[in-house]
């Protein structure tokens, strides 16, 4: 069973690259310590109303330093613990249904020979990366 995951890995990797597709996964622990400290640092130096200052010039800095941070889908999916890579492993083969292959190679084949099912397992990927990982993913032409 693990070769079959890391098959549908492979095709996910394949199929998400030729799609260029990539992911910014929001971090925002990064954005409420940058909010935090301004707060801070706005309290120290002007009190009360430097809290609130500091706190949305803290904010905006936490939302410059989070955005823009997009990472190749391929690369984020071979990154995945086995858990979720079992998630996504069900989410395509719920596309693949009962598709037989015998390699990689021939799975490829067989996905990217038919522009509805790349299309299917492009769905999947998206839907997995947006709802599982809560991440927002682009496509680079």
């Known amino acids: ?3 079959r995951i890391d098959d549908i890995m492979q095709l996910c990797c394949e199929v998400s690259a ?3 597709m990539k992911a910014a996964v929001k971090s925002s ?11 801070f640092v706005g309290g120290l130096l002007a009190g009360p109303p430097g809290i609130a200052v500091g706190g949305a010039l803290g904010g905006l800095l936490g939302c410059w330093m989070t955005s823009g941070q997009f ?3 391929p690369q984020i999916i071979m990154e995945l613990p086995p858990e979720q890579q079992q998630k996504l492993y069900s989410d395509v083969m719920a596309v693949l249904g009962t598709l037989d292959w015998m390699d990689v190679g021939k799975l490829i084949a067989l996905v990217k020979g038919s522009a509805a099912m790349q ?23």
């Open 18 to 20: 030729s799609k260029q």
């Open 71 to 73: 990472k190749p889908v």
């Open 1 to 3: 069973m693990t070769y």
């Open 29 to 39: 622990l990064k954005g409420a310590g940058a909010a935090g400290g301004g707060a």
């Open 119 to 141: 299309q299917q397992v492009v769905a999947a990927i998206h839907g997995y990366v947006t709802k599982e990982l809560r991440a927002e993913v682009r496509y680079e032409d």
